[in-house]
């Protein structure tokens, strides 16, 4: 069983930094697709950044230039750099793991992922 815990959320002013983790445990290395996701209150659910084979990276047109998705396989961590933070990043942000093609991956559907963390909010205020 795949367990995800996240950590590294606050509250922030418009134009600061976090820097989220996601530490996974279990039976992890069939799970080839790491993604992060945000779900606003009485929003969707979202995909944010997904990161395949721990190479290739993929990011929401919303977060592009800002967000940085990484991922350590030494720790069995990914991480997720947020810059240049907006009120409109406020969320509650989730990782998620997957096994799959890269296209998969790519399209950030959350209905694919098969295991989640619980999340760790993210406040950004203006």
């Known amino acids: 069983q795949v367990r995800l815990v996240e950590s590294g959320g606050g509250s922030v002013q418009a134009g600061g930094s976090l820097r989220l983790s996601c530490a996974a445990s279990?039976?992890?290395?069939?799970?080839?697709?790491m993604g992060w996701f945000r779900q606003a209150p009485g929003q969707e659910r979202e995909g944010v950044a997904a990161?395949?084979?721990?190479?290739?990276?993929y990011y929401a047109d919303s977060v592009k230039g800002r967000f940085t998705i990484s991922q350590d396989n030494a720790k069995n961590t990914v991480y997720l750099q947020m810059n240049s933070l907006k009120p409109e990043d406020t969320a509650m942000y989730y990782c998620?793991?997957?096994?799959?093609?890269?296209?998969?991956?790519?399209?950030?559907?959350?209905?694919?992922?098969?295991?989640w963390g619980q999340g760790t909010q993210v406040t950004v205020s203006s």
């Open positions: 279990g039976y992890t290395y069939n799970n080839n697709c």
């Open positions: 990161i395949y084979s721990a190479y290739s990276t």
């Open positions: 998620a793991a997957l096994s799959g093609p890269s296209w998969l991956c790519h399209a950030m559907n959350w209905v694919q992922y098969k295991y």
